[in-house]
């Protein structure tokens, strides 16, 4: 599909991006095309699985969890499923990324406090040594992809 996406389609992904609320009627006009166009479009887009979802984005300190950490995870076994299983069950793991090089598994994991971010760090632990940095700041938040240049 990348083959696919033209200039049209990279600008709707870009206005979907910044707000996946956008009325229709409104993101055809900044993309100058009519409403029911901006609709096919966007269905083509999601039916392709280039849009794979809308969700809303949450103040992590306002909604109590005012710890961010990243934790690389060293995961010497084979069966990946008990882990899988632990990031599915305990919804603090925001993301997790499965890695090249000396970290197998590199996580956001979001905590209530430094004693909550322990018992998340444990329970990790039993799959592998853990190397844990806290968050200070995000200075360039998630933003998706862009059109490529």
């Given at each position: 599909m990348a083959e696919n996406i033209d200039a049209t389609d990279w600008s709707i992904l870009t206005e979907l991006q910044r707000d996946g609320r956008?009325?229709?009627?409104?993101?055809?006009?900044r993309v100058s095309l009519s409403a029911s166009a901006t609709t096919e479009r966007v269905k083509r887009l999601e039916t392709a699985g280039v849009i794979t979802?809308?969700?809303?984005?949450v103040d992590l300190v306002k909604a109590g969890f005012p710890i961010l950490a990243v934790v690389r995870l060293k995961y010497p076994g084979s069966q990946h499923q008990p882990l899988h299983r632990l990031l599915d069950?305990?919804?603090e793991f925001l993301e997790c990324?499965?890695?090249?090089g000396d970290d197998?598994?590199?996580l956001k994991a979001t905590a209530t406090s430094m004693a909550h971010l322990e018992q998340l760090?444990?329970?990790?632990?039993?799959?592998?040594s853990t190397t844990t940095n806290l968050v200070y700041s995000q200075p360039?938040?998630?933003r998706g992809p862009q059109a490529p240049s």
């Open positions: 956008i009325p229709l009627t409104e993101l055809g006009r979802g809308y969700r809303a984005e069950e305990r919804h990324l499965r890695t090249t197998c598994y590199v760090i444990d329970e990790l632990a039993q799959f592998g360039l938040p998630y």
